[in-house]
């Protein structure tokens, strides 16, 4: 084998600056060992999940790494890679999703690299300390190539990575004479291992499914967006590779808040999205447990831009709101927000199946002129006979599509299909992840082209005019004035104040003699309403014949409906609102806390 000269103390334990500082940050950032509750010190986000996915990975770092791990009886393992600006993460061996078996032929992500063979050869026995293994390390390093680290349990020596053991075997014989008085073993494969390398240079190889392997730095980049703190690997049955960045609470909301609202914003919303997505990380559970982290980097969990997204003005906001969260009755709660109500928030219990008591339908006129105020879609049968087959349901040639039931907001609550063979009625959100969420804006809509349009002028201008006190009025009649309800599909109530007044309906203008004494004296059921109780009148039951071919959904807002809604946040703020009355707006009787440190 041809001699190989490397530098050593690239490995070895180095007490400068940026150890220290990394060391420092590892603390920060909590153990190696797993932990699937996100808290104010670690945060997990899985930027990369799920199946027989990239692989290798590349990770760069100006600052180069440093790798900490767990030993029984010292706690904390530190390796120092400072001197390697770039790492290529490997999986050792290519193993088939269903079954987890290993693949020994010679494929492509052999053949090109993409992959390390899964059989190895260990070097002499098992070692003791980390200090005696990069003593024997050096000493293999000038005779024999591709030696390195790893970690199983214990120490080991490793060399090579061979696609099958006939091979493996083979050089076994090859090696046997180069060191004297050492043995070679055959390394068996382990669909959990990692193999860390730099360019050509294997470094270091461990067991994922142990522990935690943790790589700490500064700033680092992963697929062309950057990141702060540190990550992990591991190699899991459903999810080969799993990435995961380990960052403070903090500084996950850094890459968060420029994700999921503006930094263009005023800070009183940003605050308030800050509070939201905090309690939401905190309260999110063992959700993805099974792969390791907390949440994930996608609207699944909440949008996560690392520290690419960054800036001033949102870290401005998290820096300012650090500390506090929301609560419910002394309790820590989990906060669910959208990007516009339509002009009326729900209650949970009419998105999904609990009802939770600070998520209660609230009028929204805020959010009213924002982006997908109104919305409409066209669909096609054929594609809604497409998405329902792809959800389960075979119904054959869809004929008609009815709307059966509302929630007080106006959100649909049930919607049938119906047929040539049978039917299938979807329930609340379930409308929107079957049709399409992204097609499908909100469960605010209806087949009726007359709800198309918000007439967002006269419906903020109707509530203005309603009196927030009972006064007296200076016209001849005296007392409060009256008010009757004029069904134009955006006024819902008018003070009389003449005899006559005009009322649109039914497409034409007509004019209207009062008697306002009668009214007075009768029971009016609007008496006292102070604002609008919804913005939009819609039939409680529609139906609409899809045999021609196509139906248009006229909709209202974009989400969910459950609690903030962002765009409302932030006219509420341009209104001069601060963070902590726009969270008591959305989420009703809730108080800020302070956390414990």
């Known amino acids: 084998m041809k001699p190989i000269n490397k530098q050593v103390n690239s490995l070895s334990f180095k007490f400068n600056l940026f150890f220290m500082l990394l060391l420092l940050l590892w603390a920060m950032t909590g153990s190696n060992t797993p932990n699937f509750a996100a808290s104010m010190s670690q945060v997990d986000i899985g930027l990369i999940y799920g199946q027989n996915n990239q692989y290798p990975i590349g990770v760069t770092s100006d600052a180069g790494f440093v790798l900490t791990f767990e030993v029984p009886g010292l706690n904390l393992q530190t390796i120092d890679f400072s001197a390697y600006k770039n790492l290529l993460i490997y999986k050792d061996g290519y193993y088939e999703p269903s079954g987890r078996t290993l693949i020994t032929t010679n494929e492509a992500y052999y053949a090109n690299g993409q992959v390390k063979g899964a059989y190895h050869l260990q070097i002499g026995e098992t070692i003791a300390t980390y200090e005696e293994a990069v003593m024997l390390l050096s000493a293999l390093q000038s005779i024999l190539n591709d030696v390195y680290l790893a970690y199983d349990d214990s120490w080991h020596i490793y060399q090579g990575t061979y696609i099958d053991e006939i091979t493996a075997s083979a050089q076994i014989t090859a090696l046997t004479p180069l060191i004297q008085g050492k043995t070679i073993s055959l390394v068996e494969p382990?669909?959990?291992r990692v193999i860390i390398a730099s360019k050509d240079k294997l470094l270091f190889s461990y067991d994922s499914s142990e522990q935690n392997f943790v790589f700490h730095t500064s700033i680092f980049d992963l697929n062309g967006t950057k990141y702060r703190n540190s990550f992990y690997v591991k190699r899991l049955p459903g999810s080969d590779f799993t990435f995961v960045n380990r960052v403070t609470m903090k500084e996950y909301l850094y890459g968060v808040l420029p994700k999921e609202a503006s930094s263009s914003w005023p800070i009183e919303a940003l605050k308030a999205q800050a509070i939201a997505s905090k309690n939401f990380a905190l309260t999110i559970g063992s959700k993805y447990a099974a792969y390791g982290f907390d949440v994930e980097s996608t609207v699944n969990s909440q949008v996560y831009g690392g520290y690419s997204a960054e800036s001033e003005l949102c870290n401005k906001a998290v820096d300012e709101t650090d500390g506090y969260a929301l609560a419910y009755e002394g309790e820590l709660i989990p906060l669910y927000f959208h990007a516009n109500s339509g002009g009326i928030t729900d209650n949970s219990e009419n998105v999904w199946s609990s009802a939770l008591p600070y998520l209660v339908s609230t009028t929204d006129l805020y959010s009213l002129g924002a982006p997908n105020t109104d919305w409409n879609a066209t669909m096609n049968k054929f594609e809604m006979e497409s998405k329902l087959i792809a959800a389960g349901y075979g119904l054959g040639s869809l004929k008609t599509i009815n709307i059966l039931?509302?929630?007080?907001?106006?959100?649909?609550?049930?919607?049938?299909?119906?047929?040539?063979?049978?039917?299938?009625?979807?329930?609340?959100?379930?409308?929107?992840?079957?049709?399409?969420?992204s097609i499908i804006k909100s469960t605010l809509f209806s087949f009726d082209k007359d709800t198309a349009v918000t007439d967002v002028a006269a419906i903020k201008n109707a509530t203005a005019s309603v009196p927030t006190s009972n006064t007296n009025s200076t016209n001849d009649i005296g007392g409060n004035m009256p008010k009757i309800r004029i069904e134009n599909g955006a006024i819902y109530g008018q003070f009389v104040d003449s005899a006559q007044i005009e009322v649109y309906q039914s497409g034409s203008l007509s004019t209207v003699k009062v008697d306002k004494n009668a009214l007075l004296s009768a029971t009016d059921i609007y008496n006292g309403l102070k604002t609008i109780t919804k913005p939009y009148l819609y039939k409680s039951t529609e139906s609409i014949d899809i045999t021609s071919g196509n139906v248009i959904f006229y909709g209202h807002g974009y989400g969910h409906g459950l609690g903030m809604s962002q765009w409302g946040a932030k006219a509420m703020a341009d209104q001069g609102k601060t963070y902590e009355e726009i969270l008591k707006f959305y989420y009703q009787n809730t108080e800020l806390i302070k956390l414990d440190e």
Request: charged share 30%; proline share 0%; aromatic share 2%.
């Open 190 to 192: 382990n669909s959990s």
């Open 405 to 437: 039931e509302r929630a007080e907001s106006g959100r649909v609550l049930k919607l049938e299909f119906v047929g040539t063979i049978s039917k299938a009625t979807l329930s609340k959100d379930k409308i929107r992840s079957v049709l399409g969420s």
